[in-house]
């Protein structure tokens, strides 16, 4: 959990986009499903987006090749630019473990799903002008 109280892993995300810049084979060590959306930071999710186009379109998602997709989002500047890339991939862990990083922030991407519709379960709940199986339903439907 971070400060927001949320769970998250920014570590494992920046091993796991650190590792894809690396080595764009590792992309396919990547567990089916994972999406940007699964990142918790939204820069990372920009990022991760940015290498899953040029891996699967057949280019190299090398550092410099990804700073020219993502140099115009204000993130950019803010995280280091190409220092940050460069950095990533300085510190990216064997492309062996890009599964297993793929599934922590999938699993910490649901975590945050749940704790989001628990919220909104928690919120329209009490309401008694609609039938608890009703709720139920909308919950459900959530």
Known sequence: MNADGLPKNLEAEQALLGALMFDAVSFERLPEGLVGEHFAEP????LFAAIAELVQ???????SIVSDRVKQDPAYVEFGGLGYLLTLVE????SAMVRDYGRSIMDLALRRDLIRIGGEIATVAPD????????LGAAEAL
């Open 128 to 135: 008694p002008s609609l039938p608890a199986s009703d709720h």
């Open 43 to 46: 820069f990372h999710q920009r």
């Open 91 to 94: 510190n990216a862990p064997a």
């Open 57 to 63: 379109g057949g280019r190299i998602s090398d550092p």
